[in-house]
């Protein structure tokens, strides 16, 4: 496959190992569960290889990217 091809496919040149259920589940503390809850709901794009469930490191990023919340505006009377 050229640059060319990658380009025009969206591939790029180093693909990063896909994380399992459980190892997605390890580095965001939370249970295997919570991490298909989070697929079924669409938070979560999976990868399907021969009936594993996988996720894309990049993919990964993109969630917690998502997730990060702005620091909430100071209360009402309490100005600076």
């Known amino acids: 496959m050229s640059a060319d091809d990658n380009e025009r496919t969206g591939l790029s040149p180093v693909l990063e190992p ?35 469930t996988r996720v894309e490191q990049a993919e990964l990023r993109r969630f917690i990217a998502v997730q990060r919340q702005e620091p909430a505006n100071e209360p009402p009377g309490e100005q600076s």
């Open 18 to 52: 896909l994380m399992g259920v459980e190892e997605v589940a390890e580095y965001l503390r939370i249970s295997e569960r919570s991490v298909y809850r989070l697929i079924s709901r669409g938070d979560l794009m999976p990868v399907k290889i021969g009936g594993c």
